[in-house]
């Protein structure tokens, strides 16, 4: 396969470069993708359709706006960086609008950038976990393989079986996700004597419903809350050390207080869909929207 722009270091597990640079990407996620308003977006809009805000210079004009106008869709939204390495390097600074030939094939390989940033995001912080030190090594062999698969060119990208390496990389990260709440479970098992779960507790687990639940009383550290639906959620004041909440949906999930600071594979999209406060904690790199201070 054709390597693009390739880095003379895949040793990098910083995430420094899987945050949204805009100036340097072409408007993007306003074309590629399709949304709808039902979901939070201006317009009911088709992929490949550039957004009505969009600008001739790939700026939004509503962009300072967006919590006004409550645009929730757009104002969670984030690529992990994949708009500008689809920008800038696998077309090399070469926009859709002026290579309109190259468009079609720009949108497909940014979602797939998108798809394999977002691993990336997951298996470096994987790597900062001392629960998953047993595999390390595993982890930064996949983290590299990854990292190498997002300078294929073009045509390479567009080649790539992403289930098959999606798959290789959620194991890994099924195991993270053990370790890390084996031992908060095990923490929590030491203090309190006993693990004992409510009737609701005991429902609560991968993929679960809770949307609108009240769970400010669930003591839920070391919980799998992985593609759980968390939407309108009341998690005030919670401490969910240890709590794997990938791919959950926080579509207005309530926060504040909450202590997310030691939860794993959390995302900025997931809390810029949350409400949370100042005194909501984060785990390192991930930060408090702007929007939650905004009546």
């Known amino acids: 396969m054709e390597l693009s722009n390739l880095p003379n270091s895949l040793h990098d597990t910083s995430r420094d470069n899987l945050r949204a640079d805009c100036e340097k990407c072409f408007g993007l996620c306003c074309v590629a993708l399709n949304f709808s308003v039902s979901e939070g977006f201006p317009i009911d809009k088709e992929a490949g359709r550039p957004c009505l805000n969009l600008q001739p210079d790939f700026r939004c004009r509503v962009h300072e706006s967006l919590s006004k106008r409550g645009l929730k869709g757009c104002i969670a939204f984030d690529c992990f960086g994949a708009g500008q390495k689809v920008s ?41 976990l001392h629960q998953a030190q047993s595999i390390h090594n595993e982890l930064q062999f996949m983290l590299e393989e990854t990292q190498q698969l997002t300078y294929l060119s073009p045509d390479s990208l567009m080649k790539l079986d992403m289930a098959e390496h999606r798959a290789s990389v959620n194991t890994l990260l099924i195991k993270t996700s053990e370790l890390v709440r084996s031992e908060a479970r095990s923490r929590l098992k030491a203090r309190s004597g006993h693990t004992a779960r409510s009737k609701l507790q005991k429902t609560i687990g991968r993929g679960a419903d809770l949307i609108g639940a009240d769970l400010r009383r669930l003591d839920l550290r070391g919980t799998n809350l992985r593609g759980a639906y968390l939407i309108a959620a009341d998690l005030r004041g919670n401490n969910l050390s240890g709590t794997d909440f990938i791919g959950a949906d926080f579509r207005d999930a309530d926060i504040r207080g909450a202590d997310l600071s030691k939860s794993i594979f959390l995302t900025q999209a997931q809390l810029n869909a949350a409400k949370g406060d100042a005194h909501t904690k984060l785990p390192p790199l991930l930060i408090h929207p702007t929007h939650w201070y905004v009546s």
């Open 88 to 128: 800038q390097i696998s077309f090399g600074g070469q926009d859709w609008g002026t290579a309109p030939e190259f468009a079609k094939q720009m949108f497909k390989v940014f979602i797939i950038m998108m798809q394999l940033h977002e691993m990336l995001w997951y298996l470096a912080e994987a790597l900062t």
